[in-house]
């Protein structure tokens, strides 16, 4: 018996993404939420701009990608945290709740291919979702504002494997949970618990920071900086993958629970070997205009010829600002350009206080010798590795060749776009397709 | 009496299309079905009866890979069935399902057509004795009871599986109805094609089945046409409510 066609079965999800009111309702949101960031944020830029009249700030620091795209954007992260999961659920678990899956589990052809259906209606569902903030993008440019491709395009990203990832633990939790409120808690347990992690790990080191990086918040906060990390773009894409899989493999009703939790198992040791494999790939690659995520070319070609591990203790807590730049402007770069960095965070207390004389004090160790500093300024600890490796500082530029873009415009358009003309837009839609649907179009 | 000898004759050479063997089913440590055995042949209506809780659709589900039995026997032939084969050789159409509400009925019944690639004209062809031309154009979720068995039968009865499986397949229809489905269902077997019909209206199986699978708490009771049935419940000239009761 010949398998149905994937064309014929994306018709069928696509029909049912259309007569879900939980995907209306998203979009409706969805554009609202981008509206709202983006009429902020292109207002506080115009204000650090100098729109009021003061003296702009420094405008090196005036980058849209952290002014504009980023909170526009933000916007995504919330829909797929909050918004995204249940469109994805409603896919699986009404078809459980009505008695569609008997019919679908008898049709010829693998349940993957249909899984994979429903994987792919979801995707076109999301970057349906981007319509607003890509009209937000292109109301930022018709201002004269400035976007760099590069950076744009890896932050579509980031939201792109950010709303894979939402689909995939959708889809297993509606494959998991008896129904779609049980599938919820599920989903909402996930994210609460990873928001937990980010939470407990930050500042800790070890393998529960490792760990915590890959959580949808930390994992997309990467792509926010204009960061490509082939690791964390891995684990994203498995872990989405896995959740599609274990959809797959649950589904399958005619086999033995013992039999699905077997192969769930296999699953996961699957899984688990791809993530951890993957986040060994320690390629990345800095898509931001003002290269933020590197030291400059000097810098970097005298830390290329440092072979030895660099083994960095840090005595500050994690509420410890100082440890939150440390992080940035020089952890984030030393773990791109040297071969081997090891942290170990030795503060006790979370916040610092009543600890040991030696808090503040950040050692390294490198070929043997050792060195104590307190500055967390990109320049000095630089110097103070170099000197450990022998190795002359380079001459640096003052200058980094980025300027910024300030641009004191006003959010012209954008309240009627996107409070008005949108949820018009969305709803007429919403009646066209549901005609289509139920055939009086 | 000799039409009743030609027409065991006739039955006993028809094909065996499915035998069904110990098939055994445990519920949370309760056993729902124990040791069932049966056949059904091409070209026959087979009922399956029992009272509520033998264990008809368990059955039905297990036999369609739906529910994983503990140990079951079935063959096709000569052929062991795996699950994958199972969903070439039967189709099962479940009871009170909803499946895509929303979705218009011809929209549905053109799912199924082209899912198994079949013609227009056997869309065309059920369309009129399960009166399908009246709902073409309602949502799913809309239907009444009847309705909605009419669109599930047409959905059954358009997929090629040389046995379909149906639950309750009367439940909802009013007579008129009743009366022009088993024309149907005795249509389509006459075709060649085998049905395997779980009815617990004693009445209905009587009229439409060739033969009878007696299912009580969990156990084939007795299997036979209903001569056979009677003769075996030793009644001289019982309906089949009587041989029913006599042998459960």
Redesign the interface.
Known sequence: ??S??FL?LLT?EF??LC?SRSFWIMLLIVGALVGHSFITAVGLYAEMSGAGGGPAALSQGLTPLDGVLVPTWGAYDLAATLLFPFVAIRLIAV?RE???L??L????GSLGVKIAAKAVVLVGAWLVAWLPGLLAIVLWRSYGGHAYAAETWNLMLGHLVRGLLSAGLGIAAGALAESAASAAIVTLGITVGSWALDFVAAGRGGWLQQLASYTPTAALRSFEQGLLRLNVLIVMVAISCAGFALATIWLR????VQ?RVLQVLVLLVIAAAVVGGGARANASWDLSENRRNSFGPADEAVLKRIDQPLKITVFLSPEDPRLTDFEQNVLRKLRRSLRRVEVDYAATSSTGLFETDRYGEIWYELGGQKATERSTIEEVVLDQIYKLANLDSPARSSDDGFSGYPLAAQPKHATLLFYICWPVFVILFWRATTKW????F | MLWNCTRNLIHSCLDELLTVAGLTKTFAGKRVLSGVNFTVRSGQVCGLIGPNGAGKTTLFECLAGLLPADHASVKHGDEQLNSRRRKEVLFYMPDAIVPWAEQRVDWVLNFFRKAYAQSHDKVRALSTPLRLDEIRKSQLGTLSKGERKRLMLGLGLLTPHPLLLLDEPFDGLDLRQTRDVMTLLKSEAAGGRALLLSIHQLVDAGRVCDRLVLLNHGETVAEGTIDELRARAGLADGGIEEIFLALT
């Open positions: 018996m010949r149905p066609s014929l069928k029909r049912e007569a078809e009505t008695g569609g008997k019919l589990l008898q049709l010829p009703s005619g086999r033995t039999s649907v139920d055939g009086t």
